[in-house]
């Protein structure tokens, strides 16, 4: 958590305050790609705004830099159009269709959206043919999927090697840290205490997305340790047996969801931080500053956690557990208290990898479900109750989900990781580091 701390306030320190007080506005920042793959600034392209019933709101000019800031009424979701007109000669959308784009307002924000330009001269991508760089780009976009879903595969194999119970409410549990770290994006404690409304932020307003991540890294720890203290310990305590607390996580994971559902409403959000954002060229392969930041934090933050499993007292209680409870019992290990570290820790994980997901795509009450069959398949494929093997996994299916899109439809992309999750159990059922074990 202190290796968090540190690279989220070395990274993104100047800026901990939350976006602009005082009025609403939508923006966007006009640069055009040429043959060299330089982004160049446009200066004088026309965007209007309308509201989703048509009605016109304002239009602004990109000043030298390409930004355009237009003013607008109040929250509430605008749609950006861009004058093609104005654009210098030769250069075009790299999307014709996309004209126009909708962006949400919310209170005191700026909500931005991005218009994808290039030089006329620039050649598109098609569907001859597989270029290298295509391959590399899908891989990049494949290895950070994977570093997301590897905060969640390691806490779902911590949990099921100690314990053995297989997990279905961790999806929940990242949803949680994604709304949490939204909650205190925007409002602070003052959005549940409302005497706190005067209050400097965190308690009466919202503050940096790199703090909210702090407050929903606190609640999935907190969500974890709750889960386990008053539903799982007096099970396990009863003697209930382990298909009978699959049914219960099954159903927490439902009753969580539609409480998400209730308070959140199913509109998807954004975080007011960070969401609309021009990639960069790294050599061949483009990325936006947020991904290429949240992976590495991705990085350091899972060697911290094989570094803990590896070199501390805690970690090598945790990997006896897992081995073989009975005999750690015996040894003097106090599994019981392992079993709550290991929930604690697989909800702070969880809690993050939501805020990253969240980050990386959009925040939604049900996009744990979508991840839950993706994390399943990273576990398994990994090996059962391997905590460097769920990493291992989720990376081979997050690069597998992304590189197959080059060959089937982007809406079947799952199917590649379940395919090739079969693939490798065909040959090694027991996954790529899970030990071999005589049944019977």
Do not use: C
Not at 283 to 288: K, L, N, Q, S, Y
Not at 376 to 397: D, I, K, N, S, Y
Request: aromatic share 10%.
């Amino acid at each position: 958590m202190l290796l968090f701390v540190s690279s989220v306030l070395l990274i993104w320190g100047p800026g901990l305050a939350v976006a602009q007080e005082g009025g609403e506005s939508v923006g966007t920042r006009l640069r055009f790609e040429n043959v060299d793959g330089d982004r160049i600034p446009i200066e004088g392209g026309r965007v209007t705004v309308a509201t989703l019933d048509g009605e016109a709101v304002a239009e602004g000019l990109s000043d030298a830099e390409g930004n355009v800031e237009i003013p607008v009424p109040g929250p509430g979701t605008y749609v950006l159009t861009l004058d093609v007109e104005t654009l210098p000669e030769g250069v075009v959308l790299r999307d014709p269709d996309r004209l126009s784009t909708e962006t949400q307002v919310l209170e005191g924000q700026t909500g931005r959206t991005i218009f994808a330009l290039i030089a006329g001269d620039v050649t598109l991508d098609t569907d001859e043919g597989v270029s290298f760089r295509q391959i590399l780009q899908l891989s990049v976009e494949g290895l950070k999927l994977g570093l997301f879903l590897g905060m969640g595969a390691i806490g779902l194999s911590l949990i099921f090697g100690t314990t053995g119970l297989v997990n279905f409410s961790h999806s929940e549990m990242i949803v949680w840290g994604m709304l949490v770290a939204y909650f205190f994006n925007f409002y602070g404690f003052a959005g549940f205490l409302g005497f706190m409304a005067n209050w400097p932020a965190p308690f009466g307003a919202g503050v940096n997305l790199a703090f909210a991540a702090l407050f929903a890294i606190a609640g999935g720890a907190g969500l974890g340790y709750a889960m386990d203290r008053w539903i799982f310990l007096p099970l396990r305590e009863r003697g209930v047996s382990l298909i009978s607390q699959m049914v219960v996580t099954i159903g927490l994971s439902l009753i969580l969801r539609y409480v998400f559902l209730f308070i959140f409403g199913g509109s998807p959000r954004f975080f007011a931080d960070f969401t609309a954002q021009s990639a960069i060229t790294i050599g061949i392969v483009d990325i936006t500053p947020k991904d290429l930041i949240t992976a590495a934090l991705s990085i350091i933050i899972l060697l911290g956690v094989g570094l803990l499993l590896l070199r501390t007292k805690l970690g090598k209680a945790m990997r006896a557990v897992a081995d073989n409870r009975d005999l750690a019992e015996s040894s003097g290990i106090d599994v019981q208290r392992v079993i709550r570290s290991v929930w604690v820790l697989g909800g702070s994980l969880a809690g993050l990898g939501g805020v990253f997901i969240g980050l990386s795509e959009q925040v939604s009450w049900n996009i744990g479900f979508r991840m839950l069959l993706l994390i399943f398949a990273a576990v398994v494929l990994g090996g059962l109750g391997t905590a460097f093997g769920a990493l291992v996994g989720a990376l081979v299916v997050g690069i597998g989900i992304q590189v197959s899109t080059l060959f089937i439809p982007t809406e079947l992309k799952n199917v590649g990781a379940l395919a090739l999750l079969i693939l490798v159990l065909v040959f090694r059922p027991q996954g790529i580091l899970g030990r071999a074990e005589r049944i019977g």
